[in-house]
């Protein structure tokens, strides 16, 4: 199945699920995360959900991080070039909900480079066996990911299993290392 129609079957499959279930299963991701062993990095990368898209709701995560005085680092979008640029996260840092409804910092707080983070949380539709997923399309992460470090732990957060066959890729995909799910947690480095 080629992206584009897995991108509108895992879409839609996501939308039928109740505000109850995308809040259940977005805990038991946040639960899964707290048995893995990464928790004595220092920058963590977060998205904030999109919730007209019933993302996997981050804010279990985020209560997480500042509960073990992580720094939390958010992204704002620039849909010119489709890059993003880092923030801080801090008492003083204005979310603000953009056109395409992505909550994110109003970029006026401390920039941070994408070579200073150790762990990124990569949201997404639906990934295959081998950790390559599949997003919304536009590549902002692919490029994101490419300008970190390649020690950077990249977890996706997904409401359904991989995909037991590999899908399509391109030169610039960068797949994950690990995908926790709300059932079972999936690494890809083994």
């Given at each position: 199945?080629e992206?584009?129609?897995?991108?509108?079957?895992?879409k839609?499959?996501?939308?039928?699920?109740s505000?109850?279930?995308?809040?259940?299963?977005?805990?038991?991701?946040?639960?899964?995360?707290?048995?893995?062993?990464?928790?004595?990095?220092?920058?963590?990368?977060l998205?904030l959900?999109?919730?007209?898209?019933?993302?996997?709701?981050?804010?279990?995560?985020?209560?997480?991080?500042?509960?073990?005085?992580k720094?939390?680092?958010?992204?704002?979008?620039?849909?010119?070039?489709?890059?993003?640029?880092?923030?801080?996260?801090?008492?003083?840092?204005?979310i603000?909900?953009?056109?395409?409804?992505?909550?994110?910092?109003?970029?006026?707080?401390?920039?941070?480079?994408?070579?200073?983070?150790?762990?990124?949380?990569?949201?997404?539709?639906?990934?295959?066996?081998?950790?390559?997923?599949?997003?919304?399309?536009?590549?902002?992460?692919?490029?994101?990911?490419?300008?970190?470090?390649?020690?950077?732990?990249?977890?996706g957060?997904?409401?359904?299993?991989?995909?037991?066959?590999?899908?399509?890729?391109?030169?610039?995909?960068?797949?994950?290392?690990?995908?926790?799910?709300?059932?079972?947690?999936?690494?890809?480095?083994?």
């Amino acid at each position: 199945m080629e992206k584009q129609a897995l991108r509108n079957k895992y879409k839609q499959l996501r939308l039928d699920l109740s505000p109850q279930e995308v809040e259940d299963y977005s805990l038991q991701i946040a639960n899964r995360l707290l048995t893995m062993d990464i928790w004595d990095f220092k920058m963590y990368h977060l998205f904030l959900s999109i919730e007209k898209h019933k993302e996997v709701q981050t804010d279990f995560i985020l209560h997480a991080l500042q509960g073990k005085d992580k720094n939390v680092i958010l992204s704002k979008s620039n849909f010119s070039d489709y890059s993003m640029s880092h923030y801080l996260l801090t008492d003083d840092t204005r979310i603000l909900i953009n056109k395409w409804g992505i909550p994110e910092p109003d970029g006026n707080g401390i920039a941070i480079d994408e070579k200073q983070l150790d762990v990124v949380f990569v949201p997404l539709l639906v990934c295959d066996s081998v950790g390559n997923r599949v997003g919304y399309g536009k590549g902002f992460y692919d490029r994101f990911l490419e300008k970190c470090r390649p020690t950077v732990l990249k977890i996706g957060l997904s409401f359904v299993k991989p995909l037991n066959y590999q899908i399509e890729t391109y030169p610039n995909d960068i797949p994950l290392d690990v995908l926790v799910c709300p059932d079972e947690i999936y690494d890809f480095r083994k």
